[in-house]
């Protein structure tokens, strides 16, 4: 399996540490975001990955390289301006194949085993889904019996992880587009899995949270 690293976004909210720094390379318990990415997704075996950027990528591609220091492979998809997220896989379409692949949004941090994400017959994603956090209380969707669903109750949050076919993409023309029509039009169909992952999970969206991030890791170790 192949794996996708969002790193595209400019990380507004997070300023002024991201004026001069990709958000994704920020760090949390002595590594960046996207090397604590990088190291789960080898442990779990996936070693292929691609990485999205735009604001900052140089700086990007000048940490990482090729992956080899981390014992992965990673190309890059350069975008000139953020596609956003489904606009950004659809872009990296080519680098990631015709099966199915994992992507990760770079600004979270989550101890999922990214093994646990199965794709049932006929689906077009599997997502996880965590507790609702306090800055986000309403969620995004709800879980019945291992299906993701639009609506119902109670809700859970979007983790920003997910298994993907790359159908669920490929009729969309190339440019800027949101992933969340594309999931809601396929969860009309039934067509999307979930898991409720009960582990630990930090959407790295202010300065604040990613020092109880770079808290919590520093304790740990």
Same mark, same amino acid.
């Given at each position: 399996?192949?794996?996708?690293?969002?790193?595209?976004?400019?990380?507004?909210?997070?300023?002024?540490?991201?004026?001069?720094?990709?958000?994704?390379?920020?760090?949390?318990?002595?590594?960046?975001?996207?090397?604590?990415?990088?190291?789960?997704?080898?442990?779990?075996?996936?070693?292929?990955? =691609?990485?999205?950027?735009?604001?900052?990528?140089?700086?990007?591609?000048?940490?990482?390289?090729?992956?080899?220091?981390?014992?992965?492979?990673?190309?890059?998809?350069?975008?000139?301006?953020?596609?956003?997220?489904?606009?950004?896989?659809?872009?990296?379409?080519?680098?990631?194949?015709?099966?199915?692949?994992?992507?990760?949004?770079?600004?979270?941090?989550?101890?999922?085993?990214?093994?646990?994400?199965?794709?049932?017959?006929?689906?077009?994603?599997?997502?996880?889904?965590?507790?609702?956090?306090?800055?986000?209380?309403?969620?995004?969707?709800?879980?019945?019996?291992?299906? =993701?669903?639009?609506?119902?109750?109670?809700?859970?949050?979007?983790?920003?992880?997910?298994?993907?076919?790359?159908?669920?993409?490929?009729?969309?023309?190339?440019?800027?587009?949101?992933?969340?029509?594309?999931?809601?039009?396929?969860?009309?169909?039934?067509?999307?899995?979930?898991?409720?992952?009960?582990?630990?999970?930090?959407?790295?969206?202010?300065?604040?949270?990613?020092?109880?991030?770079?808290?919590?890791?520093?304790?740990?170790?």
């Amino acid at each position: 399996m192949k794996a996708m690293i969002l790193a595209a976004g400019r990380g507004t909210r997070m300023r002024p540490l991201t004026d001069h720094t990709p958000k994704p390379l920020l760090e949390a318990g002595g590594r960046s975001l996207i090397v604590h990415h990088i190291e789960r997704l080898a442990t779990a075996g996936i070693r292929e990955l =691609v990485i999205n950027h735009a604001h900052l990528g140089a700086q990007i591609e000048g940490a990482l390289g090729d992956g080899s220091d981390l014992g992965v492979e990673i190309r890059y998809s350069p975008e000139e301006r953020a596609l956003e997220t489904g606009g950004g896989i659809r872009r990296a379409l080519p680098l990631l194949g015709d099966a199915p692949f994992l992507v990760v949004n770079g600004d979270v941090w989550c101890d999922l085993d990214p093994g646990a994400l199965r794709l049932a017959p006929g689906d077009l994603a599997q997502l996880a889904l965590v507790d609702n956090p306090l800055h986000h209380p309403e969620g995004d969707f709800s879980l019945d019996d291992g299906r =993701v669903r639009d609506g119902g109750a109670p809700r859970l949050t979007f983790a920003g992880i997910g298994l993907y076919h790359p159908a669920l993409f490929a009729e969309q023309p190339e440019g800027a587009f949101r992933l969340a029509p594309l999931l809601r039009a396929a969860m009309a169909d039934d067509r999307v899995g979930g898991l409720h992952h009960r582990g630990r999970w930090f959407d790295i969206g202010t300065p604040e949270r990613l020092a109880a991030l770079d808290a919590l890791l520093r304790e740990r170790s």
